[in-house]
Structures are given as C-alpha cells and as structure tokens.
C-alpha cells in the first residue's frame, strides 16, 4: 500500500530555512505526480506546491512562491520541500500527498 513519510520539520526563526523530505513506498513512485500541502492551526488544509511525475512541472501557491521550492529524486522514491524565507503564518503541519494518499505530516513552527 502506498505510504508517505514525510520529516525534516521543526522550530525555526522567522527569515530561516528548512528542508522537508517525504519518503514515499508501495507504490511506482516515477510515475505519480506529487504535491504538499499544509495545515495551520484552526486552518483547513491548503495546496503548498505540486510537481509532476519527471519533475519536469511544478506549480505553486501564491503565498509560497519565490520563496519555496519543490523537487524530487525518483532514484530515491523522495520529494523534498526547500523553504527559504519562512513567515509566522508558513508554521503548520506539512503533508505530502500522492494516489490518493496522505503522509501523517510534520510540524513546521516559525517564531521568535
């Protein structure tokens, strides 16, 4: 069964830079499109960035572009999620998503 693992989060001042990773199995990772999303809290759970099966494509929301950057190495069934420039309001759990299925998140909290 397809199961999404994602890590790499924690307490970073605001301005600071984090990488996310999501290490994905059960499932033919090159050829799925994958996606983050994020939800803070008292929040629904809102697109972050999207990137096609060759990583060829990505799109983003507005509130995160310019300043993140979605990728992904198909030799290593992983996507990752560079942030630069985090704000107060980037803090939440961020997922990653694919066929259908949700990793359980990790917390990303941006404070002074």
């Known amino acids: 069964q397809v199961q999404l693992v994602e890590s790499g989060g924690g307490l970073v001042q605001p301005g600071g830079s984090l990488r996310l990773s999501c290490a994905a199995s059960?499932?033919?990772?090159?050829?799925?499109?994958m996606r983050w999303y994020r939800q803070a809290p008292g929040r629904e759970r809102e697109f972050i960035a999207f990137i096609s099966s060759t990583g060829g494509s990505t799109n983003y929301a507005d509130s995160v572009k310019g300043r993140f950057t979605i990728s992904r190495d198909n030799t290593k069934n992983t996507v990752y999620l560079q942030m630069n420039s985090l704000k107060p309001e980037d803090t939440g759990v961020y997922h990653c998503y694919a066929g259908a299925s949700w990793g359980p998140g990790t917390q990303v909290t941006v404070s002074s």
């Open positions: 059960g499932f033919t990772f090159s050829t799925y499109p």
